[in-house]
Structures are given as structure tokens and as C-alpha cells.
């Protein structure tokens, strides 16, 4: 079975997370700076972890309604398709991974400025690890 990435685009960075091969555990992945050569990054990303499948966070409000998240979410998510045409994605709701994340992190000992550079992957962890959990 190949291994199931998630990946959190923000303006500035992309979370990244990846499965393990047997699907039940989320592990983070270095955030990719969305700047210069970041999109063949992750195509080599994709191609070291045999990765086939790839969740996309949509980010919308808590009341369900798309932002200008949601609409640089969509532009990512067609841009990064060009690039990988063999890869199945699926878009999946973000709403509170963040959060989630922060607080998980929060509890390990981490202060919100230790946070910044890893929360990006944290997210994208908490979103991976919420569908891996799901699966029968």
C-alpha cells in the first residue's frame, strides 16, 4: 500500500505530512516555503515517499462559507495537479487543524513562538491523522 500525504497550503508555507506505508499513523514532513523551487520539491517529495494520493486542506469560516483561503486553496490545488498527473487528490475540510495542532503542541511544552515553524506540518499531521483514524 502506498503512502497517503496531506498537505496544508498557506500563503507562506505548506504543512506536509505523510503516512506511514500500513496507512495508520501520520508523521510531519519539513514545511515547504512557498517560494522559488517548492513545487519540484514536492514532486520529489511525492516521487522519495511513493506517495500515489494526496489530501489537500480547504480552508473555510467555522460557519462553513469560503474565504480568500479557500480561493488561493483552489488556485494551489490546480496548480500543484498540473505538476503531479499521476497523483489522486482529495480535498478534505480544515477547519480547526490549527487549533488542534497549537494545542497538541501547546501541551508537548511548546510556546506559540516555538510553534510558528513547525505548525504548518502540525496541521497538516492532525489533518492526515483525523482521515487515517476514519478508515475502517
Same mark, same amino acid.
Given at each position: 500500500m502506498s503512502r497517503l500525504m496531506a498537505l496544508d497550503p498557506g500563503t507562506r508555507r505548506i504543512g506536509v505530512a505523510?503516512?506511514?506505508?500500513?496507512?495508520?499513523?501520520?508523521?510531519?514532513? /519539513?514545511? @515547504? +516555503? *512557498? #517560494?522559488?523551487?517548492?513545487?519540484?520539491?514536492? /514532486?520529489? @517529495? +511525492? *516521487? #522519495?515517499e511513493e506517495v500515489h494520493e494526496i489530501l489537500v486542506g480547504r480552508p473555510v469560516a467555522l460557519s462553513g462559507r469560503e474565504t480568500t483561503s479557500t480561493a488561493m486553496a483552489a488556485e494551489f490545488l490546480e496548480e500543484i495537479r498540473i505538476a503531479l498527473p499521476d497523483v489522486t487528490f482529495i480535498v478534505v475540510d480544515e477547519r480547526l487543524t490549527t487549533a488542534s495542532a497549537s494545542k497538541q503542541m501547546a501541551s508537548a511544552g511548546k510556546s506559540q513562538k516555538n510553534q510558528r515553524k513547525d505548525i504548518d506540518s502540525a496541521s497538516a499531521v492532525v489533518l492526515l491523522q483525523g482521515v487515517l483514524d476514519a478508515q475502517p
Open positions: 505523510v503516512s506511514n506505508s500500513g496507512r495508520t499513523m501520520a508523521f510531519p514532513r /519539513e514545511c @515547504l +516555503v *512557498r #517560494e522559488g523551487e517548492w513545487l519540484a520539491a514536492l /514532486e520529489l @517529495l +511525492v *516521487r #522519495e
